[in-house]
């Protein structure tokens, strides 16, 4: 079994930063992503790593002021968010997956509790 425990989430000034963290127990699988969803939206990709390979993806709208990041001895995932907007509130989910490098929360099968992020202007 995979188990997800995000924190980190919190109120923050438009143009302000937060650290997201995943802690993972159980099975590593070969890629862990962080979703968002906002209320009334879809949950949408926000970004990937590989547990073992350094590669990452981003969506377009972090891209430059996200970074995901990612500590194996502590097997725990991260999401460095910079110069936040209104537009990235939303609730955050950390998920894993043993489909290399996929974009698709569907083929998620393993998901955090999630973390809510709320940024004011």
């Known amino acids: 079994q995979v188990q997800l425990v995000e924190s980190g989430g919190g109120l923050v000034q438009a143009g302000g930063s937060l650290r997201l963290s995943c802690a993972v127990s159980?099975?590593?699988?070969?890629?862990m992503g962080w979703f968002r969803q906002a209320p009334g939206n879809e949950r949408e990709f926000v970004a990937y790593?590989?547990?073992?390979?350094?590669?990452?993806e981003y969506t377009d709208s972090v891209k430059g002021r996200f970074t995901i990041s990612r500590d194996n001895a502590k097997n725990t995932v991260y999401l460095h968010m910079n110069s936040l907007k209104p537009e990235d509130t939303a609730v955050y989910y950390c998920?894993?997956?043993?489909?290399?490098?996929?974009?698709?929360?569907?083929?998620?099968?393993?998901w955090g509790q999630g973390t809510q992020v709320t940024v004011s202007s």
């Open positions: 998920a894993a997956s043993d489909r290399w490098r996929s974009t698709l929360a569907n083929q998620y099968p393993y």
């Open positions: 159980g099975r590593v699988l070969s890629t």
């Open positions: 790593i590989g547990w073992s390979v350094e590669v990452a």
